[in-house]
């Protein structure tokens, strides 16, 4: 189990929000946890000076660029880069230091992954430079994916099948499991053990991480085959329930 650190970004700061209550047309739905006042540079410097790649910067919502390429330009070839990516765009950001491009949104339509769109894309930057996100949420039979800022639902369903096919298109999947997402109560083991079973590339599980039994459970329940992002607990965004410093040890201690 790798620790995978983040920046998230938002309105061109690095943020903590609750994700399920992003919404455009709503501002004041908005529940943010943490606001920096370090430039998104700050916290990519810090993963760079210990080491630790694969993690990702998330532009939520638009007039985020500047703040991503700051981090990038801080650890380039560190991070990857999600949030508004297409076809238009993705080899741009990886011309900008991206080491990967994470995409959702763009390779589905009215709910269905056009699987054109999804090729195009790996064709275009390579499949070791994609990483598909499939954060998702209960819905009465499974886990489905969620798109345009995990308010829509999709009509795939995060599965075996589903998992052992996409795995052909990219190099590894962001998984953030938005029913506990940025609410520090507790992670969501039902999807953990899921992942774990069925995952055959790289995988990060994000959503719910508040204290080092969080992460025991996640090493333990995910049989060391998923890797971990933590955001609102961790004390460098405002948290309580974890030290940065901590979980760096940890993950220190499983990768010697």
């Known amino acids: ?28 739905s908005l529940q943010t946890n943490f606001s920096s006042d370090f430039p998104p540079s700050h916290y990519a410097e810090i993963y760079r000076k210990d080491r630790l790649t694969g993690g990702h910067i998330i532009m939520l919502g638009r007039g985020n660029e500047a703040a991503a390429i700051d981090a990038l330009n801080a650890w380039p070839g560190g ?4 949030g508004g990516i297409s076809a238009d765009n993705a080899s741009w950001w990886i011309e900008q230091g991206a080491s990967h491009v994470i995409v959702t949104s763009h390779v589905f339509h009215n709910g269905i992954l056009n699987e054109e769109r999804l090729t195009s894309l790996r064709d275009l930057v390579g499949r070791t430079r994609l990483v598909l996100d499939l954060s998702c949420r209960w ?3 499974g886990y489905y994916v969620v798109t345009d800022r995990w308010q829509k639902f999709t009509g795939l369903q995060v599965s075996e099948k589903t998992l052992a096919w996409l795995a052909g298109f990219c190099d590894e999947f962001l998984v953030h499991a938005v029913d506990v997402e940025g609410k520090c109560m507790g992670v969501d083991e039902p999807l953990i053990r899921l992942l774990a079973q069925y995952t055959t590339i790289p995988t990060t599980y994000a959503g719910g991480v508040s204290t080092m039994a969080d992460l025991e459970l996640i090493r333990d329940a995910g049989n060391g ?13 405002g948290g309580t329930g974890l030290t940065y410093a901590e979980v760096v040890a940890l993950h220190n201690s499983m990768n010697r």
């Open 1 to 28: 189990m790798r620790f995978r650190p983040c920046i998230d970004l938002h309105g061109g700061r690095v943020k903590q929000i609750v994700g399920s209550t992003l919404q455009d047309d709503r501002a004041d």
């Open 79 to 82: 991070m990857q880069v999600g």
């Open 139 to 141: 819905r009465e039979d």
């Open 225 to 237: 085959r998923l890797d971990v992002t933590v955001g609102s607990a961790l004390d460098i965004f």
